[in-house]
């Protein structure tokens, strides 16, 4: 008496249904990457709308982008981040920084200026608000509405 077995499947169906769905699955990567994007985009919005609004420079700046050049079949990047150039200061309120001399914000231009010629007394350490990497606590949400559009787009 033997404890063994053997059975034979035959793929073939199951590869030639793969084969037939593989450009309804490649083409439904930009759009499922693009829902888990918009949930990271929210949240980061959000985390600016929580600090306040000083000049509103940080909150226009915060953009999601499509990456041609990390993107391709079946694989669509997106990136969440600010614009430098519209809130030169948003590192500073990422990361914190050290606050050595006095900052005051100009009636004039409605930018903030940093005057070198008056020293703090004692610097003062700023700790980083987290506006972007706390959007991170949003994965499982962003995971979910990839799936939930990469299932809706190939049909299951």
Request: charge should be positive; glycine fraction near 8%.
């Amino acid at each position: 008496m033997s404890d063994a077995f053997s059975i034979k499947v035959a793929f073939g169906g199951f590869e030639d249904f793969i084969a037939s769905e593989e450009q309804k699955i490649i083409d439904a990567a930009r759009p499922a990457a693009q829902a888990g994007a918009q949930v990271l985009y929210d949240a980061v919005k959000n985390n600016v709308a929580a600090l306040g609004k000083k000049t509103g420079n940080l909150d226009r700046s915060i953009y999601q982008a499509f990456s041609e050049d990390k993107s391709g079949p079946g694989k669509a990047v997106y990136h969440i981040s600010w614009n430098a150039k519209k809130a030169p200061h948003g590192h500073l309120v990422e990361n914190g920084y050290i606050k050595k001399w006095e900052v005051v914000l100009s009636k004039k231009t409605g930018k903030w200026i940093t005057l070198k010629n008056r020293p703090l007394a004692t610097p003062v350490h700023i700790p980083g608000k987290y506006f972007v990497r706390r959007a991170q606590d949003h994965f499982p949400q962003a995971y979910e509405a990839m799936r939930a559009e990469f299932l809706r787009r190939i049909g299951v």
